[in-house]
C-alpha cells in the first residue's frame, strides 16, 4: 500500500534528539525521505542508520549550528545541489534559558534568539522560495504554549515563541491563495531535553503535565497535514492556553512565575 508521503522530501531541524527525531521517525514511516540536521553529527548519523533499517526512504544528514548567520543559505544550496525540492519543512530547531533577565549570558540569550527566531524566519523564506506556489507543501513551525503568555524567568523565550506563533499565522493569511499552508504547533512541557538545556529543576507542576515528545510530534504533524492554523496538544495545555484570554497580562506572568519556579 502506497504511504501517504511516499516520494516527499521533508526537511527537519534540530532532529538528533526529542521532538525532532520523532518528527523524522513519523515522516520516515509515512514514506517520505528526509534531510536531518542540527549540530550534532554523530547522533544524526545514528538517527539515519535506525530510520534506514526500518524504511526504504533515503536520508541525508546535514551537520549544522542554525545560529550561525548563513547556515540557512547553505542548506538550501546544498539541496539545490541535489535538486532535491523540499515538500515539507519542519522548523523545529531551538533552546531555551532559564533565569532572571539581567543574569543571563548574553552571549548565550543572543544565541537562542537567532536560533529561534533569525533561523526559523530565514528558512521559511527560503523554503518558500525554493519551490512552486501551486505545489502543496506544508510548514511546520515550533512554537509553544508560553508563547500565549508572559513568562518571567523565560522572559526572551516565551518573547521569541509569540513571535513564532503570530508570523506563522501572518505567513499563513499570506499563503492563502497558494497550495502552501503554515501550521504553529504549540506544545506545553515536553519529555526533551528542554530543561536540561535550559538548565531547570522541573517543578512538580511540570511532572504533573508533562506529554511524551512522540506524543506531540504526531499531533504536530496530523495538523500540518490537515493544514490547521495552529495546534495546542493535551486537554490541560489546552484549558491554560484558553484561559489566557480572560486573564489580564500581569496576572498572567505572575501565574507563570510560579509555574516555573513551584
Known amino acids: 500500500m502506497k504511504k501517504l508521503l511516499s516520494g516527499k522530501w521533508a526537511l527537519v531541524t534540530g532532529a538528533s534528539s526529542g521532538l525532532g527525531s520523532d518528527f523524522a521517525r513519523i515522516l520516515a514511516s509515512m514514506g517520505a525521505h528526509l534531510v536531518i540536521s542540527a549540530r550534532r553529527e554523530e547522533l544524526l548519523n545514528l538517527l539515519k542508520s535506525e530510520i534506514q533499517k526500518q524504511y526504504q526512504i533515503e536520508v541525508l544528514v546535514i551537520p549544522m549550528d542554525l545560529s550561525i548567520e548563513d547556515a540557512p543559505v547553505r542548506i538550501f544550496q546544498f539541496l539545490k545541489s541535489k535538486k532535491i525540492e523540499l515538500d515539507i519543512l519542519i522548523n523545529n530547531a531551538g533552546f531555551a534559558v532559564f533565569g532572571d533577565f539581567a543574569d543571563l549570558s548574553w552571549e548565550k540569550e543572543s544565541q537562542m534568539l537567532r536560533l529561534d ?14 519551490g512552486s506556489y501551486n505545489k502543496k507543501r506544508y510548514i511546520l513551525q515550533l512554537a ?3 508563547a500565549f503568555q508572559p513568562s518571567p524567568m523565560y522572559a526572551s523565550y516565551s518573547a521569541a515563541k509569540s513571535f513564532v506563533l503570530n508570523f506563522s499565522l501572518a505567513i499563513r493569511n499570506e499563503l492563502r491563495k497558494t497550495s502552501i499552508s503554515c501550521t504553529a504547533l504549540c506544545p506545553g512541557v515536553t519529555r526533551t531535553e528542554f530543561f536540561d538545556v535550559a538548565e531547570q529543576k522541573v517543578t512538580f507542576f511540570q511532572r504533573i503535565t508533562m506529554m511524551d515528545s512522540q506524543a506531540v510530534a504526531r499531533a504536530g504533524i496530523k495538523a500540518m497535514l490537515k493544514r490547521r492554523s495552529l495546534i495546542v496538544p493535551g486537554i490541560m495545555n489546552k484549558i491554560m492556553a484558553l484561559l489566557t484570554r480572560f486573564v489580564s497580562r500581569p496576572l498572567q506572568a505572575k501565574l507563570a512565575r510560579l509555574f516555573v519556579q513551584g
Do not use: E
Not at 527566531?117 to 525554493?130: E, G, Q
Open 117 to 130: 527566531i533569525l533561523a526559523l524566519v530565514n528558512m521559511t523564506k527560503l523554503f518558500l522560495k525554493s
Open 144 to 146: 509553544s504554549i508560553a
